[in-house]
């Protein structure tokens, strides 16, 4: 079955240095989302992508935050200066109709 | 801003059939009922998702009823591997999906 790969599973940055979380949608989707989920709390919806650009985003995703899709398979989402409350689960999913496949997460830790 | 409102936490035996309600009073008629779940901290699991008519997978059941004003997702034999928080989520076909608490299953040896 095909997957949404993301890496690195684990990732503990400084406070203040840029970190690059990179996810690998599955082929053949169209849209492509990035979550967050702060340990003990609800997943959240942080931007979502499509058409090479950003369809939509949460009010979390302020100008710290960037995505890109480099290569037509990668899809990364770039923290400028990390601050210790970013410290979270984040998850990319992609959908090409009515389920989006999420990752297993990348675990960051601001320290 | 919660379209859904689910019990905070269920338990179930194990080989039972998991019942999970879902009340989602507000719903459009362009909405459809999602189910998710989230096994500790993995990406969150599509189920099944409805529109109006009951559906099955290999997963579970979905059982809307006809005013669509609530639903219940129906795992019919449950296993230890299906603790989890499931997730029922309203939503316009290609609109984003909003995660609410759920509800957290245990299932019991």
């Known amino acids: 079955e095909p997957e949404v790969t993301q890496t690195p599973s684990h990732q503990v940055t400084q406070m203040g240095q840029e970190v690059i979380l990179r996810c690998v949608p599955i082929s053949n989707h169209l849209y492509f989302y990035w979550y967050r989920q702060i340990l ?3 997943v959240e919806f942080l931007v979502s992508f499509y058409n090479n650009e950003i369809s939509e985003k949460s009010e979390i995703f302020d100008d710290q935050f960037s995505v890109e899709r480099p290569d037509g398979s990668n899809f990364t989402l770039k923290i400028r200066s990390t601050k210790l ?3 979270a689960m984040y998850f990319c999913a992609s959908s090409r109709d009515y389920g989006y496949t999420f990752g297993s997460g990348t675990r960051l830790t601001v320290v | 801003d919660a ?3 689910q019990p905070p936490s269920m338990d179930c ?3 039972r059939a998991a019942n999970l309600p879902c009340n989602h009073s507000t719903i459009s008629g362009n909405e459809y009922v999602y189910w998710y779940r989230q096994i500790h901290s993995q990406g969150p699991q599509y189920i099944i998702h409805g529109l109006k008519n009951n559906e099955t997978n290999e ?3 979905l059982i809307i009823t006809e005013d669509r004003k609530s639903s219940t997702l ?3 034999h449950a296993t230890l591997r299906d603790t989890a928080v499931y997730y029922c989520i309203v939503r316009v076909r290609d ?3 909003i995660f609410g608490k759920g509800t957290r299953l245990h299932i019991l040896p």
């Open chain 2, 3 to 5: 379209k859904t409102t």
């Open chain 2, 59 to 61: 997963m579970a059941s």
């Open chain 2, 74 to 76: 129906i795992l019919p």
């Open chain 2, 13 to 15: 035996a194990e080989g």
């Open chain 1, 85 to 87: 409350e970013d410290s």
């Open chain 2, 95 to 97: 609109d984003k999906i």
């Open chain 1, 40 to 42: 003990g709390q609800k």
